[in-house]
């Protein structure tokens, strides 16, 4: 079974600075791997998506993610943080399930992320 | 494109009673898949609807049903509530197919609040 790792419960970054989220996961082959943001008391957004393809994926708000197989790592980048990228932050795996390419998705614990000013 | 729409937003109710809770999804979107989310145990599976057929279930005991309809709605429906039940229940649709993947969008989910 899938499993995802955040190692980073909370994280606090000054505002303007540069933003990194950790993101491991576990699965026997390349996954569909998600970057969701949630702001209290919303649903999740989808930020960005890796399938397959180039390593580096851009996504929505300026946030980019790099696949490293390697390191089975999905780790989240901005290069400059606004107060309102404070939010809770998930990564999520999917993989297929049984023969069919339907899937359901494994998330992290989440990283909230906290931006001073 | 209207988003995924849960309703109701907010729920109280009592231990031992039932609640349904019911999930629109975007239009053409085939696939609905229902998330529990708690502070300690986070964002767990419950299931996944395709075409008003279960295809997928989640870790959660037989109080927890659901199911979706020809237009793709689809209602959860938890039974003999638990005080634990207390959760944001997320539903989410995809355009993914029989046989293709794809990301899931989140409605903004439904707090429910047993007491």
């Known amino acids: 079974a899938q499993s995802v790792t955040q190692p980073d419960i909370h994280i606090t970054v000054s505002e303007g600075a540069s933003l990194e989220l950790r993101c491991n996961y576990s699965?026997?082959?390349?996954?569909?791997l998600f970057w969701y943001v949630q702001s209290p008391g919303q649903g999740l957004q989808l930020l960005l998506k890796?399938?397959?393809?180039?390593?580096l994926v851009q996504g929505i708000k300026g946030f980019e993610a790099e696949f490293k197989r390697s390191q089975s790592s999905f780790n989240l980048r901005k290069p400059s943080v606004h107060w309102s990228d404070a939010a809770e932050y998930f990564c999520?795996?999917?993989?297929?399930?049984?023969?069919?390419?339907?899937?359901?998705?494994?998330f992290g614990k989440g990283t909230m992320l906290l931006v001073s000013p | 494109k209207a988003g995924v729409t849960q309703t109701p937003r907010y729920l109280i109710k009592t231990r031992g009673q039932q609640v349904t809770l019911s999930c629109s999804p975007i239009?053409?979107?085939?696939?609905v898949s229902w998330y529990q989310q708690t502070p300690g145990q986070g964002l767990q599976f419950l299931f996944e609807?395709?075409?008003?057929?279960?295809?997928n279930k989640g870790n959660f005991p037989g109080r927890f049903s659901g199911r979706q309809f020809s237009n793709s709605r689809s209602e959860m429906n938890v039974s003999t509530l638990e005080l634990g039940d207390s959760a944001l229940y997320l539903c989410?649709?995809?355009?993914?197919?029989?046989?293709?993947?794809?990301?899931?969008?989140f409605g903004q989910g439904t707090r429910l609040t047993v007491v």
């Open positions: 609807y395709f075409s008003e057929t279960q295809r």
């Open positions: 890796y399938f397959s393809g180039d390593t």
């Open positions: 999520a795996v999917g993989a297929p399930a049984g023969h069919s390419g339907y899937s359901t998705l494994t």
């Open positions: 699965y026997g082959a390349t996954p569909y």
């Open positions: 989410a649709s995809s355009p993914q197919g029989a046989d293709s993947f794809a990301e899931a969008f």
């Open positions: 239009s053409g979107h085939r696939s």
